[in-house]
């Protein structure tokens, strides 16, 4: 394993230690329990809006806080489930009298420790579960896992907190983003958590992960390695049998990046991923490409395709000024 760290135990800290000076015009690091809040606390009556989970996937959830996204981020250790006492103290730190809405991605150990969270908080909560993972199936015995199509949710509900949505308007509007959201991923290499020191699985030198989740886990099926276009033909064709887009119908399409895939690559997936859907009278309208939801240094990447409508792109579209995320500002 060869990694840029002084410790396995204290990368964690000294990571957002470095966030937290690189973008402190922006955000605030509480150091125990971990959280990051807006350094500019929204107005007195907005619905503030937290996700979390573990790290691993920078730049979510803590390059995502910021002006019409996030107002706080509860990181965990690596691939770990941030703690109860870390999302009730961001939450008590960032509560202005309008309630608090939890972005939750749908892995068992974060669905977990937010609902005793949730339990624990004295004011009006709603949460969102992310669950846009499409290579499992609907009826999965834990659910779909929830992966690159939380920052879509967070990115359109945050616009609409920010334009003073109530919480139950926020929670119905993440519920409805999360529905029109599908994403699967491929992985060309395992991914190396510096606590465990090797490769989480393994992967031949000829061989693809199709359907990875963003844990360092094993796809749904091993496949020999074979060209992008067939890489991509078989992401789109399972997001496409799952959201059945019509003709005329507008996406956002997103193309994220695990880690270790270089933007040449990812941009030349975007191009055929377009296509695919351009094919069938689907219109691309936004775009966003790059490493969001990552996972630690895994080469591989994920598609991901939003339906929208006129109000989603308008959210969509709307100011937001984050670390990793930012226009209109």
Known sequence: MKKIINGVESLLEESLNGFAKAHEDIIEFNHQPHFVSRKQKAESGKVVLISGGGSGHEPLHTGLVGKGMLDAACPGQIFTSPTPDQMLAAAEAVDNSSGVLFIVKNYAGDVMNFEIAAEMLDCDHETVLVCDDVSLPKDHSTGRRGVAGTLIV????GAAAEAGATLSECKALGDRVNNVT???GVALTSCTVPALGQPTFDIGANEIEMGVGIHGERGREPMD???????VDHLTNAIDQDLNPQQGQKVLLHINGFGATPLME???MYDLAAHYWQQRGVEVVRSLVGNYTTS??????SITLTLLDDELIELWDAPVHTANLRWGC
């Open 225 to 231: 390695l074979t060209s992008a276009s067939n890489i």
């Open 182 to 184: 599908a994403s699967m």
């Open 296 to 301: 630690l240094d895994m080469a591989g990447a």
């Open 266 to 268: 990812l941009y030349l």
């Open 154 to 157: 967070e990115k359109i509900v």
